[in-house]
């Protein structure tokens, strides 16, 4: 951060500059020293930011290739989802995950798109286990559900958005969702990658 103050910003001390903690808050703050490796700054003033959206959307994607996956976290931070659940589905293409660089993705999409809140991400897991601790509403992506209809599009409180991989849920996984009590739905537009779906998703409940 300090590289891309001095080099790319070319600030100094006395110049003004807004930070954020990852949690919500700007601190307007003067810079008091600064060398290629320190930075000192004095917090003038902290006021709370507005949250984009009266939703929390947590965002339930099966693991898809590394770059794929990798920018679903980088648009769906800049969106303003609140939370990633990398979950591992049977037609799953990829079992790893590098929880490191996710974090790293969010934090430079928080700061490219002014947001002021960092996602958090879960270690990934199986959808049976996704789905037996999950006690918050849940709505699953599928190419053969019920056609999305205006009821579906929740606004406000907190959602779990649940999106396949490609190919989509197995039979024997949207059964799991209807015995979670989970509305399985389908987005009004040709079949996607998973990884627009999941952008498309968050972007319909999400952006007003």
Same mark, same amino acid.
């Given at each position: 951060?300090?590289?891309?103050? $001095?080099?790319?910003?070319?600030?100094?001390?006395?110049?003004?500059?807004?930070?954020?903690?990852?949690? %919500?808050?700007?601190?307007?703050?003067?810079?008091?020293?600064?060398?290629?490796e320190?930075?000192?700054? $004095?917090?003038?003033?902290?006021?709370?930011?507005k949250?984009?959206?009266?939703?929390?959307?947590?965002?339930?994607?099966?693991?898809?290739?590394?770059?794929?996956?990798? =920018?679903?976290?980088?648009? %769906?931070?800049?969106?303003?989802?609140?939370?990633?659940?990398?979950?591992?589905?049977?037609?799953?293409?990829?079992?790893?995950?590098?929880?490191? $660089?996710?974090?790293?993705?969010?934090?430079?999409?928080?700061?490219?798109?002014?947001?002021?809140?960092v996602?958090?991400?879960?270690?990934?897991?199986?959808?049976?286990?996704?789905?037996?601790?999950?006690?918050?509403?849940?709505?699953?992506?599928?190419?053969?559900?019920?056609?999305l209809?205006?009821?579906d599009?929740?606004?406000?409180?907190?959602?779990?958005?649940?999106?396949g991989?490609?190919?989509? =849920?197995?039979?024997?996984?949207?059964?799991?969702?209807?015995?979670?009590?989970?509305?399985?739905?389908?987005?009004?537009?040709p079949?996607?990658?998973?990884?627009?779906?999941?952008?498309?998703?968050?972007?319909?409940?999400?952006v007003?």
């Amino acid at each position: 951060m300090v590289h891309q103050l $001095r080099r790319v910003f070319r600030l100094h001390a006395g110049d003004k500059a807004i930070f954020f903690d990852g949690t %919500g808050d700007d601190h307007v703050s003067e810079i008091v020293s600064m060398t290629d490796e320190k930075l000192e700054f $004095r917090v003038l003033e902290t006021s709370p930011v507005k949250p984009h959206s009266s939703l929390r959307l947590s965002l339930a994607v099966s693991l898809i290739k590394k770059d794929h996956f990798e =920018w679903v976290i980088e648009k %769906g931070t800049e969106i303003g989802v609140s939370e990633f659940i990398p979950v591992m589905s049977e037609r799953s293409e990829k079992k790893g995950f590098n929880m490191e $660089r996710a974090r790293k993705i969010m934090v430079e999409a928080v700061e490219q798109s002014g947001r002021t809140f960092v996602p958090e991400i879960r270690e990934p897991m199986t959808l049976e286990e996704f789905l037996a601790g999950e006690k918050r509403e849940v709505v699953a992506f599928h190419t053969e559900g019920a056609d999305l209809a205006d009821e579906d599009i929740v606004k406000t409180g907190e959602l779990v958005a649940c999106v396949g991989p490609e190919g989509g =849920w197995s039979e024997r996984e949207v059964e799991m969702f209807r015995e979670k009590g989970a509305a399985i739905v389908k987005l009004n537009s040709p079949v996607l990658r998973a990884e627009t779906a999941a952008i498309a998703v968050a972007t319909l409940l999400l952006v007003k």
